[in-house]
C-alpha cells in the first residue's frame, strides 16, 4: 500500500492527497474489472434477479454474524452467501419451477430472515445503514486485498468457464452432450457471485449492488460486434463508471455507489441510441 500511496502522491490530483481515497481509487480500480467481468456473465447466464437475491442473503448473513458477535461479520457472511447459493443450485436442479419462480422464493425469504435477525430483541436496525447504502471511503487495506485474490481467482474462472457458461446459458443440453459438466460449472458461477457481492456490499451498498452487476454487461451488448467486444467492453465501462463514480462523490459530497450506478446508467442510455443507430 505504501507504494500505491506514494504513487498517487505524483498525482496532479487534490482529491488523492487523502489516504482513504487512493484506498477508494484502488479498490475500484479492482472492482471494475471484477464487476465488468461477473456481469458478462450474469447478463449471458439470465441471472440477473439471482445476484440481488445474494445481496439479500449476504445482508442477512451479516445480521447473523453481529447478533452471533463475530469480530468480523462479512466472513460469517460470505458463509452464509455460499450456502445460500449452493442450496439454490440444489433446489433449482430438482424443481420443475421456473428460476425466477425459485429466485421469488428465496430473495423474499432471506429478506425476511434478515430484518427478523437484525431486529431480533428489540435491536436497532440503524447500524446496519452502511450495508444498504455503502461507503466506499470506508474500505480498508485489508478489505482490498481480499477484492484483489477474488479478481484473480475471477480471471482464472473466467479463463477456464466462460466459453462453458455461454453454451449453457444458450443450450444447456448441447453443453451437456459435449461433456460439459453443466452443474459444477453453474456451481462455481453461482459462488463466485455469491462471495463477490458479499465483499463488496459494505463498499457499494445493497440497494444498488445488482446495479453493477447488470448495467456494464447491459451497455456492452448494446455495441458489441462480438465476444471479445462484449467482455471488453463491459470492464471499460465498469472501471470508467467506477471512477468517475468517486470524482463526482468528491465534488459533489454524494455516495459513490449511487453516483457510479447513475453513470452505468447513462453509459446503457448512450450505447442504447448507438444500438439504434447501428441498425
Same mark, same amino acid.
Given at each position: 500500500?505504501?507504494?500505491?500511496?506514494?504513487?498517487?502522491?505524483?498525482?496532479?490530483?487534490?482529491?488523492?492527497?487523502?489516504?482513504?481515497?487512493?484506498?477508494?481509487?484502488?479498490?475500484?480500480?479492482?472492482?471494475?474489472?471484477?464487476?465488468?467481468?461477473?456481469?458478462?456473465?450474469?447478463? #449471458?447466464?439470465?441471472? =440477473?434477479?439471482?445476484?440481488? $437475491?445474494?445481496?439479500?442473503?449476504?445482508?442477512?448473513?451479516?445480521?447473523?454474524?453481529?447478533?452471533?458477535?463475530?469480530?468480523?461479520?462479512?466472513?460469517? !457472511?460470505?458463509?452464509?452467501?455460499?450456502?445460500?447459493?449452493?442450496?439454490? =443450485?440444489?433446489?433449482?436442479?430438482?424443481?420443475?419451477?421456473?428460476?425466477?419462480?425459485?429466485?421469488?422464493?428465496? =430473495?423474499?425469504?432471506?429478506?425476511?430472515?434478515?430484518?427478523?435477525? $437484525?431486529?431480533?430483541?428489540?435491536?436497532?436496525?440503524?447500524?446496519?445503514?452502511?450495508?444498504?447504502?455503502?461507503?466506499?471511503?470506508?474500505? #480498508? %487495506?485489508?478489505?482490498?486485498?481480499?477484492?484483489?485474490?477474488?479478481?484473480?481467482?475471477?480471471? +482464472?474462472?473466467?479463463?477456464?468457464?466462460?466459453?462453458?457458461?455461454?453454451?449453457? *446459458?444458450?443450450?444447456? /443440453?448441447?453443453?451437456?452432450?459435449?461433456?460439459? %459438466?453443466?452443474?459444477?460449472? /453453474? #456451481?462455481?458461477?453461482?459462488? *463466485?457471485?455469491?462471495?463477490?457481492?458479499?465483499?463488496?456490499?459494505?463498499?457499494?451498498?445493497?440497494?444498488?449492488?445488482?446495479?453493477?452487476?447488470?448495467? %456494464?454487461?447491459? !451497455?456492452?451488448?448494446?455495441?458489441?460486434?462480438?465476444?471479445? /467486444?462484449?467482455?471488453?467492453?463491459?470492464?471499460?465501462?465498469?472501471?470508467? $463508471?467506477?471512477?468517475?463514480?468517486?470524482?463526482?462523490?468528491?465534488?459533489?459530497? =454524494?455516495?459513490?455507489?449511487?453516483?457510479?450506478?447513475? +453513470?452505468?446508467?447513462? +453509459?446503457?442510455?448512450?450505447?442504447?441510441?448507438?444500438?439504434?443507430?447501428?441498425?
Amino acid at each position: 500500500m505504501s507504494l500505491w500511496h506514494a504513487f498517487c502522491d505524483m498525482l496532479p490530483f487534490e482529491m488523492l492527497h487523502w489516504d482513504f481515497m487512493k484506498n477508494a481509487l484502488l479498490a475500484l480500480l479492482i472492482m471494475g474489472p471484477l464487476f465488468g467481468i461477473l456481469s458478462t456473465m450474469i447478463v #449471458t447466464g439470465r441471472m =440477473s434477479f439471482f445476484s440481488d $437475491a445474494l445481496g439479500h442473503s449476504a445482508f442477512t448473513g451479516i445480521a447473523i454474524g453481529v447478533i452471533c458477535g463475530m469480530s468480523f461479520p462479512t466472513l460469517g !457472511a460470505v458463509a452464509f452467501s455460499v450456502a445460500f447459493a449452493l442450496l439454490f =443450485s440444489w433446489v433449482r436442479s430438482r424443481s420443475n419451477q421456473a428460476a425466477d419462480t425459485l429466485i421469488g422464493v428465496f =430473495s423474499s425469504s432471506a429478506v425476511a430472515l434478515g430484518i427478523f435477525a $437484525a431486529t431480533l430483541g428489540g435491536g436497532s436496525f440503524t447500524k446496519y445503514n452502511q450495508y444498504l447504502i455503502g461507503d466506499i471511503l470506508s474500505v #480498508t %487495506p485489508g478489505q482490498i486485498g481480499l477484492l484483489a485474490l477474488v479478481l484473480l481467482a475471477v480471471l +482464472i474462472f473466467w479463463v477456464l468457464y466462460s466459453n462453458r457458461l455461454t453454451l449453457t *446459458a444458450i443450450h444447456p /443440453q448441447l453443453a451437456s452432450s459435449r461433456g460439459i %459438466p453443466v452443474g459444477l460449472s /453453474q #456451481t462455481l458461477f453461482i459462488t *463466485a457471485i455469491a462471495v463477490v457481492v458479499t465483499l463488496s456490499i459494505s463498499s457499494v451498498g445493497l440497494l444498488i449492488l445488482n446495479s453493477l452487476l447488470v448495467l %456494464p454487461a447491459a !451497455a456492452a451488448r448494446n455495441i458489441a460486434r462480438n465476444l471479445r /467486444q462484449y467482455h471488453l467492453f463491459s470492464v471499460l465501462f465498469a472501471t470508467a $463508471a467506477g471512477l468517475g463514480g468517486l470524482v463526482v462523490s468528491y465534488w459533489l459530497g =454524494s455516495s459513490a455507489g449511487a453516483a457510479i450506478s447513475l +453513470i452505468l446508467a447513462g +453509459i446503457f442510455a448512450v450505447t442504447f441510441c448507438f444500438r439504434e443507430r447501428r441498425r
